[in-house]
């Protein structure tokens, strides 16, 4: 099977964001692979691994990307490809990202493409079915597992808390939700071997990208930081007193029961 | 200028889910006095019309056909496109639920278009209104421009409000016909596993178990609190990796984020990325054996004490108070 997987570098789930000059401040953070991408390439890695054929991690962004591509090829992908759009473009989109991943993708045959359902930055989930829609291929998001037999494909897709079991064929895109599988961590062999393996650099000019086709259709005018959350009352006295008054609180002065 | 906006109503259970009046509100907001038209796509869906309505559309569309019973992609993108050819609408909004997350890229690819998702306020009206949206799961947030004439957003559910139900509000309800054909993806089975049919990203009321549920049975008391409140279970990761329950109910950066009336946090220490899912709550109780635990940062109101004494004497207290 030929199979590609769809992965974002983010900051780490652990970062507290800053924000300076209208931007997020990224000095010093820790960066990983998209948790929600992990399940993808872990899914996609244990399908080669059954079916055979090749699993080919892309994404786009600068050459800081490349250590989260290396960390996938750690993990057991064949083969990686950075579309390194640091000198063309400022500003992207989801419009954007899915023209340049689909445009990369047109032509190479893909048998299965995986995803994060999300990235636990930008937040939109879009990126996959964008590039299933410009690929005129189906695709299924947030699933929960995956059985290929040939060119047939079971799934169970997590429909807010219920389960759907769905029948479909390959050419076939979808997007991981948690549950999917448990990503491995790269073995220290995986780690040597991944150095020696492929990792193919893109420009725009060499996908035959134009910038002005790619131009995002949405400008993030502001970004600002949610009020401090203040500490409130933490209740004192008796464990029984303390639920009557909570419960009064909640009743009178939060009005919320 | 004003603006002919297409809002795409959602049932579950054969009842239109509330995000379907607050989009119906968000569409008041940028049409600039433009029509609201209310769109319903499934197997049995005009009975629902009349409600849409009497939340401010001005008339709806419906799509009925036996292949849109269950949502596919292909399906309600069909039916979807249909409409649009017909209507040319400036504007269209779906709610930001599991379907239209699913749908709404679909379609912008489709178009051509951007798309503003999971928008939780909008500032300004008409053209000129700008989108704010959680980003790093709530960690920050953004206000979003439209660049382009069509106008594509989908809205997070219980962050706008809805309009008041007005039941002498009439408008017209007309069915367009679509011939659905060549679903690439068949629905064998669904299995409903959300307790009391409250969904977690639309309940108003959210208690949330952590480690200090210790199992599976732990969760009792909280589901018995979460049907008294007529709210949902959640969980944080802890609780979820710990198999004490479902990852469908996992609430942080990894897994949903929730922004409830009332969120109470029973056992739950407040790891970053928890907080990230759940601190935007409008009232936030904590419950848990340590003094010195995170989640104390954020609580509106913090209880130190096992929340297996605690539930249960809240679950009594609020009867009392309901029976009043």
Redesign the interface.
Known sequence: MNIYALVKRTFDTEEKIAVANGKIVDDGAEFIINPYDEYAIEEAIQLRDEHGGEVTVITIGDEEAEKQLRTALAMGADKAVLINTEDDLDEMDEYTVAKIVAEYLKDKDADLILAGNVAIDGGSGQVGPRVAELLGINYVTTITNLEIDGTSAKIVRDVEGDSETIETSLPLLVTAQQGLNEPRYPSLPGIMKAKKKPLEELELDDLDIDEDDVEPKTETVEIFLPPAKEAGRVLEGDLADQVKELVDLLNKEAKVL | MSKKVLVLGEAREGALRNVSFEAIAAAKTVSGGGEVVGLLVGDAVQSLAEEMIQYGADRVVTVEHPHLK?YT??GYGQAFMAVYEQEKPEAVIFGH???G??????I???L???????VTAIEGEGDDA?FV????????????????DLLFFSIRPNNIAPLEKDAGRSGEATSVSVDITNL???????????TEGV???EA??VVAGGRGVKSADGFKPLEELANL?GGAVGASRGA?DADYC?????IG???KVVTP??YIAAGISGA??HM?GM??S????AINKD?EANI??????????DLF??IP??IE??KK??TN
């Open positions: 269950h992609s292909d639920t599991a379907n997350k699913d749908l709404s890229p679909k912008a690819s489709k051509g278009t951007g798309l503003i998702s999971d700008l949206r959680p980003i790093y799961s709530g960690k920050a947030f953004e206000k979003v421009k439209n660049k382009e690439r993806t068949i629905i064998k089975d669904v299995v409903r596993k959300s969904d977690l990203s108003k009321v409140l979820c479902d990852y469908s109910l996992q950066q990894t897994g009336d009332l970053i990325q990230a601190s935007n409008k009232v936030i109780v003094p104390f940062k954020v609580a509106d109101y913090g209880i130190v004490g004494e605690v004497m809240m207290e609020i108070v309901k």
